[in-house]
């Protein structure tokens, strides 16, 4: 007698299909393929899987008195070469919304650095720095005891229609 799946476990199933699809994917493409014309998305499910792919390797999350404004460019923590304090509790969340991942970080903050003005959040993974944020302002960590930080990604396809104007 055949059965059918739990309700519950669809969703593990899909993620463990998408999952060797993109792993079958990645070995079958060369370095130099390029995709040419057409369109195509991301969908929600497989930006989750390449999120968690890539979240799967060591993660850090930096903070630096550093005002460089952030740059696609960037490969340092601080370009200016200034001192970066890590958090010490760092943690990738996962999907917190449809097509939004989120990771976060804590640190308690010594006496020492209480007179810091943080310009620049950054994420590492893997000893790559993958995200930068920039604070024009700055956040000033004076009369507090631990400073935390909520960082997300978004996926975006451009083929979608607007729904914010």
Same mark, same amino acid.
């Given at each position: 007698m055949h059965s059918f799946p739990m309700l519950s476990s669809i969703p593990t199933m899909f993620s463990l299909h998408t999952k060797?699809? +993109?792993a079958c994917g990645a /070995? =079958?493409?060369k370095p130099t393929s390029m995709f040419l014309g057409g369109g @195509? /998305? +991301?969908t929600y499910q497989g930006f989750k899987c390449i999120m968690d792919g890539m979240f799967a390797k060591? =993660? @850090? &999350?930096h903070f630096t008195e550093d005002n460089s404004p952030a740059r696609k460019e960037d490969t340092a923590i601080s370009p200016l070469g200034l001192p970066t304090f890590h958090f010490c509790k760092s943690a990738? &969340?996962?999907q917190s919304s449809h097509g939004i991942v989120t990771w976060t970080g804590q640190v308690t903050i010594s006496d020492a650095n209480r007179a810091l003005g943080v310009h620049r959040i950054c994420t590492k993974v893997d000893d790559k720095l993958v995200c930068v944020d920039f604070v024009k302002d700055g956040i000033f960590l004076t009369g507090i005891d631990s400073f935390e930080t909520y960082q997300s990604m978004r996926l975006v396809n451009k083929s979608q229609p607007r729904i914010i104007f």
């Open positions: 060797r699809y +993109f /070995a =079958l493409r @195509s /998305a +991301f060591p =993660l @850090s &999350i990738y &969340i996962g």
